[in-house]
């Protein structure tokens, strides 16, 4: 199985890719068009900032390419954001694969949202054997409210959405492979598509 991480300059990738490899696959890094349109499973990771991440993949075509993808994808964090319509983070248009826009939370919570929290609401076969209340890993500042392709939800200050899909495009706002066991579950899980 060919697994591409998308190398777009956004950080946390050789996390991924370590991640990976203990469950037994081998993954490539890439920004290669031909290699991610090859790939069997695609990996979208993102750790940073929206308007700069976007930035980064307008300039390799990466933009025009990740929604015309046909084999599984995961979006991670900053990778799923992307994914929406829109962020109020550097007021970024986004790559509109998920029909949301994403927020900034409220000033009534502390942000950033580090450390774990749980997982509820699953609605996918990315959470196969993952129980309800789970507990994943968050860093982020902003969020994705609910909408009609929420498959698992997570509470801090108001309820949205952790975990997205339509079609073969899924994202997570949690890090899977920082996760503990439940992350590699997931992960394991998405590979198995």
């Not at 890094?29 to 499973?41: G, P, R, Y």
């Not at 994403?102 to 609605?123: M, S, Y």
């Amino acid at each position: 199985m060919k697994i591409v991480i998308i190398n777009y300059g956004a950080g946390n990738i050789q996390s991924i890719k370590f991640a990976v490899q203990r469950l037994g696959y081998e993954a490539v890094l890439s920004n290669d068009v031909n290699e991610i349109k090859a790939a069997d499973k695609v990996i979208f990771p993102g750790v940073g900032e929206a308007s700069s991440a976007m930035k980064m993949l307008k300039e390799t075509g990466l933009d025009k390419v990740i929604p015309t993808l046909k084999q599984p994808v995961l979006g991670i964090c900053l990778g799923m954001q992307l994914m929406c319509h829109s962020s109020e983070e550097g007021n970024t248009k986004g790559l509109s694969i998920f029909d949301t826009d994403v927020h900034r939370f409220e000033e009534t919570v502390k942000v950033p949202q580090i450390g774990w929290n749980q997982i509820a609401d699953l609605q996918s076969d990315l959470f196969a054997g993952i129980k309800e209340n789970e507990f994943i890993y968050l860093v982020h500042s902003y969020y994705a409210p609910l909408c009609k392709e929420t498959i698992a939800t997570t509470n801090y200050g108001l309820k949205y959405s952790t975990a997205l899909r339509k079609d073969n495009f899924y994202g997570t706002q949690f890090h899977p492979e920082k996760s503990s066991k439940a992350g590699t579950q997931i992960l394991n899980n998405f590979l198995k598509l």
